[in-house]
């Protein structure tokens, strides 16, 4: 899906079928590589972030905090319906 409705402004129909065939084959390739490369660098630093915070006692009680509070602001919010 993603191909077929962001790619075809990208490529040149000027020199035939093939031509066209060809470019899409080539950008389809470069999303790809660009996907994977980014998704090991998230991989990667996501395995570092949680590394720290799992070591950090500190931080998962303030985390815990945050999330424990942001979760009860939610509730008021739908029960109250503030929005």
Known sequence: ??????????VSAGAGEA???AQLLILGILVQLTAITSDIVMALFGRTVTKSIN????????MAWILGLLLMAIAVNLHLQFI
């Open 19 to 21: 031509s066209v065939q």
């Open 55 to 62: 070591e950090n006692t500190r931080a998962r009680l303030i």
């Open 1 to 10: 899906m993603f191909f077929a409705l962001f790619l075809p402004p990208f």
